[in-house]
């Protein structure tokens, strides 16, 4: 009798399984990926304002790295470095050459095509990889690339200038990183003679965007990827895959142009925008203006803006919009989130969500990313795991780390590529499992590269003789790649954030008590020894 009611538990758990469809030994990523996303989300105070509900419960439910950092503060190189698994330093990637044409990256696997070739089926939407390679996909979803739109169109000069409500000189920036505007304010132009021209939003210069209402429009591509990921979830469930998945999906917004439906306007009134604190003349005592010329984005889209209105206008306009974009992304990643949450493999997937780079709203005197300070570097990183941790991680670590936890927590092989490199980062495997640690394998800091060739500083200046100190040309002996002497880099640790400038100069700020870097505390005697140290831990990560 009880050999039969064995072979009957065993009929059971075998029809179980059976439906259930996945071997649960193999979890299932969700990897959900923001475009110059800062730190304004609820879990990390960076805006009293902010209102980001969906990410935040995914905090509250998740381990939450709170000294996140981009390894490059800008798009391309920032996602080539992070798919590939290798630090721009080591690639020479510093610019806007597709990871699968650059001479190193080229040959180097993406965490994509590894989870490819380590069976999983791989679906994909929105902007991921800045440059796509749809060979990495069982399934593409949406756009080939990423879209931007809509974009604000006179359908006579199409891609010229930015939303005609925003006045010169910042909308001449061009029509994407000079708009910002509610979709309810429809574009509207007048000829030299007076005449109103019909004007209208279009996705490029070609396509239309229909909008009569916020209620009667197209959909946003954000709203696209989101709704295409859904159905692909809902999917799923019906066909039962035998296989584990990684899902990808990636949201623009907050990325310029700052377009929104008005609702998400109408919860930040521009009465009531609070600005972020900025000190008078902060930009004073740093380096970054004496090495990139004026003309540089950040420094001449801030000037641009503050001639453009009156006052603080125009930043609390800025604001405005970048809040309001951030609250429509995070109702997309909301329905993706729900739709994951709702479905039989809400147990058995891990969740990843981050941002590419930071954002700088105004201080230093800068409006951009692409920075070596706090607001342009520090990102959230949310990572939600199956066996439900939870808690806060303070140690510096950066989007470089996630190929390698990604790699430990699904139990990938590597495959036989051509690339003999071996990938940079350290797995957040341990500090899944310990959050409050004070120590792990990358606990001395996260690197950031701000590379030449991304912005094109000023040439010729390698060391800069009046403020070069003898340690620094020792330090230029040991690099013996001039692209790396040419780079500016920035380490952060638990406390500190050190600032190497290829001319030599420096900055140090003490986050225990200057959690906005306004004290550069480089050329203070009291200091050097730290900065000693600081400066050894850039250059052994340089090094190794």
């Known amino acids: ?42 879990s990390l105070n960076g805006h009293k304002l902010t209102k980001t509900p969906n990410i935040d419960k995914l905090s509250s439910s998740a381990i939450n790295f709170k000294n996140a950092h981009t390894n490059v503060p800008v798009c391309q190189p920032s996602r080539n470095s992070l798919f590939t698994g290798i630090l721009p330093h080591r690639s020479k990637d510093f610019g806007w050459t597709p990871h699968f044409k650059q001479a190193i990256l080229k040959d180097q696997p993406t965490f994509i095509e590894l989870f490819k070739e380590n069976g999983y089926s791989t679906y994909g939407t929105g902007k991921l990889l800045h440059v796509n390679n749809r060979e990495y996909w069982t399934e593409w979803g949406i756009h080939e690339r990423y879209n931007y739109g809509p974009h604000a169109s006179n359908k006579t000069k199409d891609g010229i200038d930015g939303h005609p409500s925003v006045p010169d000189p910042f909308r001449s920036i061009n029509v994407v990183d000079g708009s910002f505007s509610p979709l309810d304010n429809q574009p509207t132009y007048y000829d030299s003679s007076g005449k109103k021209i019909l004007a209208g939003w279009r996705y490029n210069k070609k396509e239309e965007f229909k909008y009569v209402s916020d209620l009667i429009r197209d959909s946003m591509p954000d709203e696209q990827h989101a709704n295409w990921i859904v159905n692909k979830i809902k999917e799923l469930e019906n066909t039962k895959p035998s296989k584990p998945f990684f899902l990808g999906v990636g ?16 919860m930040f009134p521009l009465e009531g925008i609070l600005l972020p604190e900025i000190k008078n003349g902060d930009i004073d005592d740093t380096h ?48 993706v989130l729900n739709a994951l949450e709702n479905s039989k493999f809400s147990e058995n997937t891990i969740v990843v969500f981050t941002s590419d780079h930071g954002w700088q709203m105004g201080q230093k005197e800068y409006l951009y990313k692409n920075s070596p300070w706090e607001e342009s570097t520090r990102i959230p990183m949310i990572i939600k795991t199956p066996q439900k941790q939870l808690g806060e991680v303070q140690e510096p670590v950066s989007l470089i780390d996630i190929y390698p936890t990604l790699i430990d927590l699904c139990k990938l092989q590597k495959t036989n590529s051509e690339s003999n490199l071996e990938i940079d980062g350290n797995t957040l495997y341990p500090l899944l499992k310990k959050p409050n640690s004070k120590s792990w394998a990358g606990s001395e800091g996260a690197l950031t590269l701000l590379g030449v060739g991304i912005n094109k500083p000023i040439d010729g200046l390698a060391i800069n003789k009046n403020k070069a100190a003898p340690w620094h040309i020792e330090i230029i002996k040991d690099l013996d790649n001039s692209y790396i002497k040419k780079q500016n880099y920035t380490i952060r640790t638990r406390d500190f954030r050190y600032i190497l400038y290829k ?39 340089l090094n190794a």
């Open 1 to 42: 009798m009880k050999f039969k009611i064995n072979i009957l538990i065993f009929f059971f758990l075998l029809i179980g399984a059976s439906l259930n469809g996945q071997n649960q030994d193999r979890p299932n990523v969700l990897f959900i990926i923001v475009d110059d996303l800062n730190d304004y989300v609820g």
């Open 251 to 266: 949201f623009v917004k907050p990325h310029t142009p700052l377009y929104a439906p008005k609702k998400y306007f109408d």
């Open 288 to 335: 970054y203006k004496d090495v990139y010329p004026p003309s540089e984005m950040g420094l001449s889209y801030y000037n641009k803006l503050m001639l453009s209105f009156p006052e603080s206008e125009g930043l609390k306009k800025f604001l405005r919009a970048y809040l309001a974009c951030i609250a429509f992304m995070d109702d997309q990643v909301g329905k």
């Open 503 to 541: 001319d030599g100069s420096e900055e140090l700020y003490d986050h225990r008590d200057d959690p906005k870097e306004w004290n550069n505390l480089s050329s203070l005697k009291k200091y050097r020894k730290l900065k000693e140290k600081l400066r050894k831990q850039l250059i052994d990560k």
